[in-house]
Nanobody, 113 residues
C-alpha cells in the first residue's frame, strides 16, 4: 500500500533553513509527480510545491525563490529545502502523491520571529 512518511520539521528562527524529507513506498515513485502542501492553523491546506516525474517544478508565489523541491528516485524520496523562513511559513507540511488522496501524516514547522 502507498505510504508517505515526512520528517525534518521543527522549530527554527526567522531567516533560518530546514529540509523536509518524504520517504515514499508502495507505488512506482519515479513515474509519479509528488507535491508538498501545508496547512496553517485556521487556514485551508495549500499547495507549496510540485515536482513532476521529469523533475519539472512549480511553486506557490509565496515561496518562490526561497523553497526548492527535489527528488531522489533511487531513494524514493522527495525533499523540500526551505530557506529564509518567515513566521508565516509556520504550518504542518504534508507530502502528497500528486493528484491522489494519498497523504503523509505531516510534519510541523514552526518559525519564530
Amino acid at each position: 500500500q502507498v505510504q508517505l512518511v515526512e520528517s525534518g520539521g521543527g522549530l527554527v528562527q526567522a531567516g533560518g533553513s530546514l529540509r523536509l524529507s518524504c520517504a515514499a513506498s508502495g507505488f512506482s515513485f519515479s513515474m509519479n509527480a509528488m507535491a508538498w502542501y501545508r496547512q496553517a492553523p485556521g487556514k485551508q491546506r495549500e499547495l507549496v510545491a510540485r515536482i513532476s516525474s521529469s523533475k519539472s517544478t512549480n511553486y506557490a508565489d509565496s515561496v518562490k525563490g526561497r523553497f526548492t523541491i527535489s527528488r531522489d528516485n533511487a531513494k524514493n524520496t522527495v525533499y523540500l529545502q526551505m530557506n529564509s523562513l518567515k513566521p508565516e511559513d509556520t504550518a504542518v507540511y504534508y507530502c502528497n502523491l500528486h493528484g491522489t488522496s494519498y497523504w503523509g501524516k505531516g510534519t510541523l514547522v514552526t518559525v519564530s520571529s
